[in-house]
């Protein structure tokens, strides 16, 4: 079994639409609690002034990344018209497929990588 992941990804929110984006994370959420059981946590944070926000994910492991990055949904899809992908923070070692889906998606996005623990603990269960 891999070392678990954390994996947030940085959004630029559209001009004026900070509630829609809200009130459709609201939904990803909801979606992604019900249809990603293998993904521990996913999480919104928008920033004060509403232009940006990041999503916090984390994993078991790789096999539950891979799994989460395979269908995002409808819901999923919504938010994209709402939003821009412009970054990506990657704590642990993703696997290639989930690196190539990344970089795929989001041409340009900025990708930082930290593979290596060096200590501490997360609470899975």
């Known amino acids: 079994m891999s070392e678990p992941i954390i994996f947030i990804a940085h959004q630029k929110i559209k001009q004026g639409k900070v509630n829609d984006y809200k009130k459709v994370y609201q939904e990803v959420g909801e979606w992604m609690e019900v249809n990603k059981p293998q993904t521990a946590a996913h999480i919104a944070y928008v920033s004060e002034d509403g232009t940006e926000a990041s999503v916090v994910h984390i994993f078991p492991d790789i096999e539950a990344m891979e799994k989460h990055m395979q269908n995002l949904g409808d819901v999923g899809v919504k938010a994209f ?11 642990g070692t993703p696997s290639k497929m989930v690196m190539d889906s990344m970089l795929n998606m989001i041409p340009g996005a900025k990708v930082t990588l930290r593979p290596q623990p060096a200590g501490g603990y997360i609470r899975l269960k």
């Open 81 to 91: 018209t709402l939003m821009e992908i412009v970054g990506f923070d990657v704590y």
